[in-house]
């Protein structure tokens, strides 16, 4: 039987610091078990606690990502859909929390699930293929298990516009990092949402640079923004 929030969150205490002391303890050990061997029962409290409780769940991720404890989300708590395009197939993936996942180069047998989200990204994605400008900007990510430097380098890339280029040393530059050009580029290795965070308009100086679906998909995406 799940405690009341009074007993889970110590609302008895009466001295607000007291409380918030209490809130803290009782979520650090959910965020401390989100690791690689993560179990079904602890996934589904932390639905119920971030859902219910976002004010005092989301600092505690927060600052136990700042250690680099590895997350992942079981693949039976994700929407999913399957987008067919010229270039090839699309899996989409969605949390409560938003987009978690867009791979090209697609392996999912079948969608699973409903979600207006993905019915919009779909259509926006067909017109995006089409060669039509389209700004993913209000797009929402589930950044669950990324750090806070990986955070940052994919918010600083989704702020590049369509048909335009940054570097790797643009990027570092921009998070205040300029010397970690290395770095921003091992992060973009790790971006699970390719367009949406479009890493793809992220280029090396001397040349294309990498990229996670490989170069082939680099160089079709920028020749289908009008960058190559």
């Not at 090209?104 to 994605?125: I, P």
Request: net charge positive.
């Amino acid at each position: 039987m799940l405690p009341s929030r009074a007993e889970a969150f110590g609302e008895v205490n009466k001295n607000a610091n007291s409380r918030t002391r209490s809130e803290r303890r009782a979520v650090r050990p959910l965020f401390v078990l989100d690791t690689l061997n993560t179990n079904r029962i602890h996934l589904w409290i932390r639905k119920i606690l971030t859902k219910w409780y976002k004010d005092f769940v989301n600092p505690m991720e927060k600052s136990i990502e700042r250690f680099g404890i590895p997350c992942r989300m079981s693949e039976e708590d994700l929407i999913s859909k399957i987008l067919r395009t010229r270039y090839g197939r699309i899996d989409l993936k969605a949390s409560d929390h938003g987009l978690f996942e867009l791979a090209l180069n697609g392996r999912l047998k079948k969608g699973v699930g409903t979600n207006r989200m993905l019915d919009k990204l779909q259509m926006d994605l067909e017109r995006y293929f089409k060669g039509k400008p389209v700004d993913f900007s209000e797009i929402q990510l589930d950044m669950l298990g990324y750090t806070p430097f990986e955070r940052d380098v994919l918010a600083a890339t989704k702020r590049i516009p369509y048909g335009k280029t940054k570097s790797y040393k643009d990027i570092a530059e921009e998070i205040g990092r300029p010397q970690a050009f290395r770095a921003v580029g091992n992060a973009l290795g790790k971006n699970r949402t390719a367009i949406i965070v479009p890493c793809h308009r992220v280029v090396s100086e001397g040349g294309l640079g990498g990229f996670g679906a490989g170069t082939e998909w680099k160089k079709r995406l920028l020749r289908l923004e009008g960058i190559l």
